[in-house]
């Protein structure tokens, strides 16, 4: 059993469609199973020192977070800044983390693994995702924000799951294949440039073995 923290900034139309989107097809059914404990932040939680408070007090195995991000700075609610490269991020040591967000895994993703992450997943460059224009159903069931925002939501299954890297990058690129060829060329774009600027231990972003314990139990 792994011990997981999922980090939602939820404030705006971007990070809402990110936020809808993980509820529906990655946190929501993990209520289905007794595979994992869950922890949650999101919305006006999602700020410092909130955020390093609940980390520091669980030995959290995997951290998945989606927010506004730079090449060096992870942004929660609000805009506020989370993580830094530049900061002492020690205490995200032993732990792979995730980061559905723009940039950030050019800078902070190589210092969270320089200061001991196990292992980093995120973009170098701007994660692109469309959507209509003043979607009024469900965020969710918006099937021109899912060509990526699905893409995204698969790596977490997938480290949820327990697999390793190649494993996880192959459900990506299996993803990728498959919704291609199915997409007018004005929406391929998008997922094409995420998948490009995809970073994770199979090009050196911590290691390819890291999984989340099956048999762990929280502290």
Partial sequence: MANILFLDA???VITRYCFAFRMAFVIAPLDNEASHVVRHITGPQMVQPEVDVIVREHKFDYISGSGHGHYSIFRGYNDKEIWSAASDLSHLSDKIIHLLSCNTGASLGRSMVAQGCRAF????ETFLFLHKD???GNLEDDEIAA?????DCLIDSEILSGNPAAVVYKSVEDYVRSVLPKLPSYRRSAV???YRHLVCPMTVWGD???TIPRNHVPQ
């Fill in 147 to 151: 060509d990526a925002l699905r893409m």
């Fill in 192 to 194: 094409i440039s995420n």
């Fill in 134 to 136: 003043n979607f009024s």
């Fill in 208 to 210: 390819q073995a890291a």
């Fill in 10 to 12: 939820n404030w705006e």
């Fill in 121 to 124: 997943w995120g973009y170098t």
